[in-house]
């Protein structure tokens, strides 16, 4: 899946993959959260976490952020 490196965001373990996917793994037992979508190309680079919102970039120059709800 050409994973990206990981990155902590609250109770989530965070990992971008090589289809635009992003997936929130529970830090507790690595079981799926949930998956958040981008525009499909692969995330670029290790996920960040800039005042509580997530941001990935992808390898199209897609820029997402997501907060939790």
């Not at 996920?47 to 952020?65: D, K, R, W």
């Amino acid at each position: 899946r050409n994973w990206s490196a990981p990155r902590v965001w609250g109770r989530a373990g965070v990992i971008g993959d090589g289809t635009g996917l992003v997936h929130l793994l529970s830090r507790a037992d690595g079981s799926p959260l949930t998956r958040l979508t981008t525009d499909g190309s692969a995330i670029g680079v290790t996920p960040v976490v800039a005042g509580g919102t997530l941001v990935v970039v992808t390898q199209q120059g897609g820029i997402y952020g997501f907060q939790p709800e």
